[in-house]
């Protein structure tokens, strides 16, 4: 049973890693960046790459966030900027051909066959947690999501950008016109979306196999937490995905054939119940 | 004094009778011309890429349709295309009923889901709407998948069809050149439906929702309910390609389902344009031989296809069949505006 929580905590992470994101980009941009899966999947690869070439997956990891973020600000510069005056739905096309773009170039680099990415010797053993053993490797992501977590609402609080992107958040013409140049906030929260991005992907490497169509599954995941949790609500993306990561995990403990209903079935309930998502204002 | 009781009888005159001569015309030319073109085309290849464009097209038809009536962008119409498909193999495969009860099942069933998940997610504005649509299409793949002993699992499930359907012999639905024509034959009819429906008073109430939804509902209008309608009627058209397909391939599989078609057709009709009826058709023909071509002479079909899109969106936002009206109007010294 605790195993069971604790594995839900280790999916549930991951997606609040990439989640939240996402609410990043939105909070600024007020767009949804569909190639957010794919930066997960280019993060893996990357990771996967750099690891095994050095033989260290430290190494691996910070290239592949270096790598991400700076993928990050190309995306801004060339993508969310120029199309920032179109319809959103413009910038989800586009995204959505990035996308297409970004998983044709990875099969071509790495193949279509499963890689997969052994864990930092450091963390391969086992943890004793009440009588139980459970990886230390699934251990250390909980502990970075909980620090993603943490260190996330510390610099929106307490940083200028912070305050910047918060603003930005809650209204985008008024914090133009009180002098802040959201465009260069724009380029530093898209470049962190990205690197977190990159970073929940070298972290799964270990956990699941990589291949270019991972980066969709989890997307759609990442979308359930975004909408179930309001667009552009940090808590509430926080809650959803802790939530949706127990709920998949039971769920493909108990229930496999309908597993991948049941986060379904909850968005549904919620959306009925309050149609911007349990944190969300109107968007 | 003769103009109010014309006014009077007006409401009584049936909508094909408004229809304007050009468009009886245009419908007579398609069919004509679509009935002849197998036997013009001796390629079967060339015919067979032609049926699955326009089985494409009938898809591709119903995402434009939402997006032309509601503004909302859907991900997951592959959900009601590939249902029908499951819809009339899995009575074939335990005989439960006979085809034709399948097939009526097979479109009545997705539009009436479609119906009432409308009533739920229409309500959610812009993008979120499409994130939406692509996890709810992604459940009903990830479960056709998982639901082995139902649904065969990735294998998929062959139909078992019968000799006839309606009457006609099955193999006619199972050659492409035949096929090409019930399927195009399909396709104009849907287009010619959804000609008389949006010059409907309910078309002209849902443009005007789409315009404005608070201002629609300062009016008096009920905003949910027709939205969820055209939501529905595009999961009819969904569904009636999806039928199409699973009569001419006689198998189903959880690729039927799978968000990469819904991202195909949501392509096809943004290639295509939009604000025309006939846009998002016209993309699937130019995605499908572009595809044809490209798969040719590279193997990153999927980039060109990727690039393709950005290019579209960014440089003609209103699609090739935008682009091709506006010419035609510029070369004609008088140009009628015309829509639908």
Redesign the interface.
């Known amino acids: 049973m605790l195993l069971q929580i604790l594995n839900g905590l280790v999916y549930g992470g991951l997606l609040y890693i990439l989640a939240v994101g996402l609410v990043l980009i939105f909070g600024l941009r007020r767009?949804?960046n569909f190639a957010h899966g794919s930066l997960f999947m280019v993060g893996a690869y990357v990771g996967y790459a750099v690891a095994t070439y050095f033989g260290n997956f430290w190494v691996g990891l910070a290239v592949s966030v270096a790598v991400l973020a700076a993928l990050g600000v190309f995306l801004d510069a060339v993508v969310f900027r120029p199309?920032q005056r179109e319809d959103?739905?413009?910038t989800?096309?586009?995204t959505?051909?990035?996308?297409?773009?970004l998983?044709?170039?990875v099969r071509?680099i790495w193949g279509k066959d499963f890689l997969s990415l052994k864990p930092p010797e450091a963390l391969a053993g086992t943890v004793q947690i009440l009588g139980e053993s459970f990886p230390t490797y699934r251990l250390f992501v909980i502990v970075l999501a909980a620090a993603v977590a943490i260190g996330l609402s510390l610099w929106l609080r307490m940083s200028r950008i912070g305050l910047f992107v918060r603003a930005s958040s809650v209204d985008r013409t008024t914090t133009a016109i009180l002098g802040v140049n959201t465009d260069r906030v724009s380029i530093i929260v898209v470049a962190a979306g990205a690197a977190l991005a990159g970073l929940s992907g070298t972290v799964s490497a270990p956990l699941l196999a990589l291949s270019p169509s991972m980066g969709?599954f989890i997307l759609?995941d990442s979308?359930?937490v975004?909408?179930v949790g309001g667009?552009g609500s940090f808590s509430g993306a926080f809650f959803a995905a802790l939530i949706i990561g127990q709920l998949h995990n039971f769920g493909v403990v108990y229930v496999?054939?309908?597993?991948?209903?049941i986060p379904?079935l909850l968005?549904?309930g919620i959306?009925?119940w309050r149609?911007?998502g349990f944190a969300g204002q109107h968007? | 004094m003769s103009q109010p009781s014309e006014r009077i009888a007006l409401p009584a005159t049936p909508a094909l009778a408004r229809v304007s001569r050009q468009v009886w015309l245009a419908l007579g030319i398609a069919i004509i011309a679509g009935s002849m073109l197998p036997s013009a085309v001796t390629s079967t290849l060339a015919i067979t890429l032609l049926t699955q464009a326009v089985i494409g097209g009938i898809l591709a038809t119903a995402v434009g349709l939402v997006i032309r009536q509601t503004g909302l962008v859907s991900f997951g119409h592959a959900a009601f295309f590939g249902l029908a498909g499951y819809f009339i193999a899995l009575p074939a495969k335990h005989g439960l009923w006979p085809l034709e009860l399948s097939i009526v099942l097979a479109i009545a069933m997705p539009t009436l889901l479609a119906f009432l998940l409308g009533l739920v997610i229409v309500r959610i504005p812009g993008v979120a709407f499409s994130m939406l649509t692509l996890a709810i299409g992604q459940a009903f793949h990830e479960f056709a998948v998982r639901a082995r002993l139902v649904t065969g699992g990735d294998d998929g499930l062959a139909i078992n069809l019968p000799r006839t359907v309606f009457g006609v012999a099955t193999e006619v639905f199972q050659r492409p050149q035949t096929m090409f024509v019930i399927c195009w034959v399909a396709l104009v009819g849907v287009l010619f439906g959804l000609h008389l429906l949006v010059r409907s008073r309910f078309g002209r109430v849902t443009t005007a929702i789409r315009e404005n939804e608070e201002r629609a509902r300062f009016l008096g209008y009920q905003t949910v309910v027709p939205r969820a309608l055209i939501f529905a009627i595009s999961a009819l058209i969904g569904a009636i390609a999806g039928t199409l397909f699973a009569l001419y391939n006689g198998f189903v599989s959880p690729e039927s389902l799978h968000w990469s078609l819904s991202g195909s057709a949501l392509i096809m009709a943004i290639v295509g344009g939009t604000r025309l009826l006939w846009g998002p058709a016209l993309g699937a023909v130019v995605f499908f031989f572009f595809k044809d071509v490209a798969g040719d002479l590279t193997e990153h079909w999927p980039a060109m296809i990727g690039l393709m899109l950005i290019a579209v969106t960014v440089a003609l936002p209103m699609g090739i069949s935008g682009a091709l009206t506006k010419l035609l109007d510029r070369i004609r010294p008088a140009g009628v505006r015309r829509d639908g």
């Open positions: 767009v949804v199309l959103p739905i413009v989800v096309l586009v959505f051909g990035i996308l297409l773009v998983e044709d170039a071509t969709s759609i979308f359930i975004v909408v667009l496999p054939a309908a597993a991948t209903m379904f968005m549904v959306l009925i149609p911007s968007v």
